[in-house]
């Protein structure tokens, strides 16, 4: 009996320790417009992370113009977008890139890595794909071909959802269950 109790103890300190260490893979100690930041430093705020990078053509442009279509929609929407670009080299002035990012959506900010093992360990971190893909005969001379996923955080750092479908509907249900989510803790 004393072995049985012994296992169920281990078994809830390996859960609760699990659980600190899957939310602080998703930290980060990034460059931001205002200095150094970390997810820490935006707590009390509903995030949304999405990484891409201010020269995609077509995927991240059209990401941002979705979510942010699909955010006007709803009132008392206080959700933060954290743009982690995975082209530090080009989208390096932050505040450049933060006008183009604030284009589609007003409440959000541009962070980069310090370098390119940092963004790799992040990337990983995150579940993210990418990788630098060369083209030829372009005066861009390369484009980021990576993984189209957003992150959604409660007001208290943790992970709430990850959405892999980017559908407008998804992201309307995704939004409407975000935005409720302290509604529900409240009552």
């Known amino acids: 009996m004393k072995k049985i109790g012994f296992l169920i103890l281990c078994v809830v300190i390996v859960s609760i320790i699990g659980c600190f260490e899957t939310e602080k893979k998703y930290d980060f100690l990034l460059n931001s417009e205002q200095g150094k930041v970390s997810l820490k430093d935006f707590e009390g ?7 891409g990078f201010s020269y995609c053509p077509d995927v991240c442009p059209a990401t941002l113009a979705l979510i942010s279509n699909e955010l006007k929609k709803f009132k008392n929407n206080e959700i933060f977008l954290l743009f982690i670009s ?4 080009r989208d390096k002035d932050i505040k450049a890139t933060n006008e183009w990012l604030r284009y589609f959506y007003t409440n959000s900010t541009t962070l980069l890595a ?3 093992n940092e963004l790799a360990t992040l990337a990983q971190n995150y579940g993210v794909i990418y990788k630098k893909v060369p083209l030829k005969d372009s005066a861009l001379e390369y484009s980021i071909a990576h993984s189209n996923e957003l992150f959604l955080f409660d007001s208290k750092g943790k992970l709430f959802q990850r959405i892999s479908d980017l559908s407008q509907k998804s992201l309307h249900n995704a939004f409407e269950r975000f935005l409720m989510l302290d509604q529900q803790t409240n009552q």
Do not use: G, M, R
């Open 86 to 89: 995975l082209d530090p080299q």
């Open 114 to 116: 310090q370098d390119e």
């Open 45 to 51: 705020k509903k995030l949304i992370v999405y990484f």
